[in-house]
């Protein structure tokens, strides 16, 4: 079974930026893994950030970016703001099944 | 406006088949460009990709369930029926259902994608 791996945790002062990765066990990350990126608050549904690696969705404020950097797929916050603080999922697939991250909580202090 | 509602029961008894239903609006299982996707959270931990299905009945199941797992859609009707059968306590999660794209008019990019989610279900296997 393909494991995609994040950091458990990473820690950010406000107004500062972050990188969180995605790494998949089958070796380096391309675009061809359609990397998906969704931030989840306590007690609230996923939302979706970005998809197809780099790509916003209208809702997604410009201060996330997605990247590959270094055969992962990257998630960039920058300017972080208190309410950029929650759990961060990457999603890959592999051969049109799609196997999520172990997530990332980041946490603004 | 896109929505999705996940709908089923919240308790199942351990051995017993779970079918859950995303009812959708906004949008049509006939859109040859969409799809709708399974996930599923247990308390306290991660999300888990499921399976999905397009308009064109194109389907995918994770590896590890496979067996137990079966998705359907009814057009019509304008929902995506998920069962897992055999039931067991570990399979205790919120389930979520999302659509999916698979084509990205604005960069003409295929790839799977997910944009709009359901609140979730919370399903309890206890005997």
């Known amino acids: 079974q393909t494991v995609v791996t994040q950091e458990p945790s990473l820690t950010v002062s406000p107004g500062g930026t972050v990188t969180l990765t995605c790494a998949s066990s089958?070796?380096?990350?391309?675009?061809?893994?359609?990397p998906n990126w969704f931030q989840q608050k306590p007690g609230q549904a996923p939302r979706a950030l970005i998809y197809n690696t780099n790509n916003r969705h209208s809702w997604t404020p410009a201060r996330f970016s997605g990247s590959l950097l270094g055969g992962r797929a990257a998630l960039t916050l920058s300017a972080v703001q208190p309410e950029d603080e929650a759990e961060y999922y990457c999603?890959?697939?592999?051969?049109?099944?799609?196997?999520f991250g172990g997530g990332t909580k980041l946490t603004v202090l | 406006q896109v929505t999705l509602k996940e709908s089923g029961p919240v308790l199942v008894k351990p051995t017993e088949t779970l079918t859950l239903t995303c009812t959708v609006s906004g949008f049509s299982l006939s859109n040859a460009r969409m799809g709708v996707s399974w996930i599923r959270q247990p308390p306290g931990k991660a999300l888990e990709w499921l399976a999905h299905i397009f308009s064109n009945d194109e389907k995918s199941y994770t590896t590890s369930l496979k067996s137990r797992l079966s998705i359907s859609k009814d057009t019509s009707k304008s929902q995506v029926v998920l069962t897992v059968t055999n039931m067991d306590p570990v399979d205790t999660a919120t389930y979520y259902c999302?659509?999916?794209?698979?084509?990205?008019?604005?960069?003409?990019?295929?790839?799977?994608?997910?944009?709009?989610w359901g609140q979730g279900t919370l399903v309890t296997v206890s005997s």
């Open positions: 089958t070796g380096a990350v391309t675009g061809i893994y359609n």
């Open positions: 999603l890959l697939y592999f051969g049109g099944r799609g196997v």
């Open positions: 999302a659509r999916t794209l698979n084509y990205d008019i604005l960069t003409g990019y295929w790839g799977n994608y997910f944009d709009y």
